[in-house]
């Protein structure tokens, strides 16, 4: 029993690899846009810190696969208030060797951003982007790479969340994203394993 387990376990380490694929885990800086109160309030997001990982089929010099990020922003006004953003992206990107050991890779995303903010209900929008960046190759397998990534998104203003502010329970506010589009953009450093 125990040499058949070997057997298959050793097979399917063997498949996995002659497939090519490679998860990345990331970290960074998240810039954010601004929020506008239907009044023409203006509303500061923090810039905050974000964590975020990938799973990716590598063929030759071009890679497809999933993207997941998550950031939560404090509104720089009221710190009580902040805002949860979930990117849920596939992915794809060619790779460019640029000389001993680097390579540079830019590439597409498409897929959503689930908004939480934590004083009303969630929402779920359409978002895409590009990214690009730079890898150093320790080995074939491991990776050390720094990126940029430009996330739009698609936010259509007639879906408008009304909220309670905390301070007047009959103070109603509507808030939404300032024009179609909200524009964040990240910086990060991250490692690469490939397998």
Known sequence: MKKAFTAFCLLFISHSAAAGYSLSVYTGKSFNQSLQTEEGLAIELDDSNHLAFSIDRTIDSARYGFYFSNTKSDFESSP?????????????????????????????????????????????????????????????????????????????????VSCTLPTDEDNQCLWHFDGDVLNQFQTSLGFTYRF
């Open 80 to 160: 009580e208030l902040d805002v949860e953003m979930q990117y849920f992206l596939f992915q794809s990107a060619i790779e460019v060797p640029l000389g001993n050991r680097v390579n540079g890779y830019v590439g597409a995303q498409i897929g959503a951003n689930y908004v939480k903010p934590n004083f009303v209900s969630s929402d779920i929008f359409f978002a895409s982007g590009l990214y690009g960046g730079f890898e150093y190759l320790f080995n074939d397998q491991a990776r050390v790479l720094f990126e940029t990534r430009w996330l739009a998104t698609i936010v259509n203003n007639a879906s408008n």
